[in-house]
């Protein structure tokens, strides 16, 4: 067999995971912009731009949830829910969807579930909220409760072109072929 079909793949993960890529934190169609990876402890100060401790009073409750969040999708749910529980004020509703993602990935769906719905309490029209909502309640295997979610999703929208819409209507899809 040719090295070239060995090389290719080879060299996507070399790219992948330098410092540089790392570096952009990721991205990935989440609502809050790519930071850096900090090292456990910390977090990312967007003012200073760089990491700095976790326990450091400067970083503001917007920083600190955004990158609870990114750990969160790194998964690294329990330093996501650690931080989380840093903020001065942890009932937003951002920071109770971010709880309930990182709580129902590490399998305490119902926890996950509670947050969510603390979050819909606080901002009814938070599209992302109902997307993990609905992802819930995929799991749970109660689709006709994300199908509803689903509904809301589209009505905040006002199609079914946003991510939130077409994620949700994907693991819907989804568990419905196993």
Same mark, same amino acid.
């Not at 309930?100 to 947050?115: F, M, N, S, V």
């Given at each position: 067999?040719?090295?070239?079909?060995?090389?290719?793949?080879?060299?996507l993960?070399?790219?992948?995971?330098?410092?540089?890529?790392?570096a952009?934190g990721?991205?990935?169609?989440?609502?809050s912009?790519?930071?850096?990876?900090?090292?456990?402890?910390?977090?990312?100060?967007s003012?200073?731009?760089?990491?700095?401790?976790?326990?450091?009073?400067?970083?503001?409750?917007?920083?600190?949830? %955004?990158?609870?969040?990114?750990?969160?999708k790194?998964?690294?749910?329990?330093?996501?829910?650690?931080?989380? %529980?840093?903020?001065?004020?942890?009932?937003?509703?951002?920071?109770?969807?971010?709880?309930?993602?990182?709580?129902?990935?590490?399998?305490?769906? %119902?926890?996950?579930?509670?947050?969510y719905?603390?979050?819909?309490?606080?901002?009814?029209?938070?599209?992302?909220?109902?997307?993990?909502?609905?992802?819930?309640?995929?799991?749970?295997?109660?689709l006709?409760?994300?199908q509803?979610?689903l509904?809301?999703?589209?009505?905040?929208?006002?199609?079914t072109?946003?991510?939130?819409?077409?994620?949700?209507?994907?693991?819907?899809? %989804?568990?419905?072929?196993?």
């Open positions: 067999m040719n090295s070239r079909f060995y090389l290719a793949p080879l060299l993960v070399v790219v992948f995971s330098s410092p540089l890529a790392l952009s990721g991205g990935g169609g989440d609502d912009p790519a930071k850096p990876q900090c090292p456990r402890g910390q977090v990312f100060d003012k200073a731009r760089k990491c700095v401790l976790q326990t450091s009073k400067l970083v503001p409750d917007e920083d600190r949830t %955004d990158y609870a969040y990114q750990l969160a790194d998964g690294r749910y329990e330093e996501a829910l650690a931080l989380l %529980d840093t903020l001065e004020n942890p009932n937003t509703a951002k920071a109770l969807n971010y709880r309930g993602y990182a709580t129902r990935k590490l399998g305490r769906t %119902d926890e996950g579930i509670g947050y719905l603390q979050s819909v309490k606080l901002d009814p029209q938070y599209a992302k909220v109902r997307e993990y909502l609905g992802e819930a309640y995929v799991v749970k295997g109660r006709d409760l994300a509803e979610q509904q809301r999703i589209k009505s905040i929208c006002g199609n072109a946003c991510e939130e819409y077409q994620d949700l209507a994907e693991a819907i899809n %989804d568990s419905s072929k196993t």
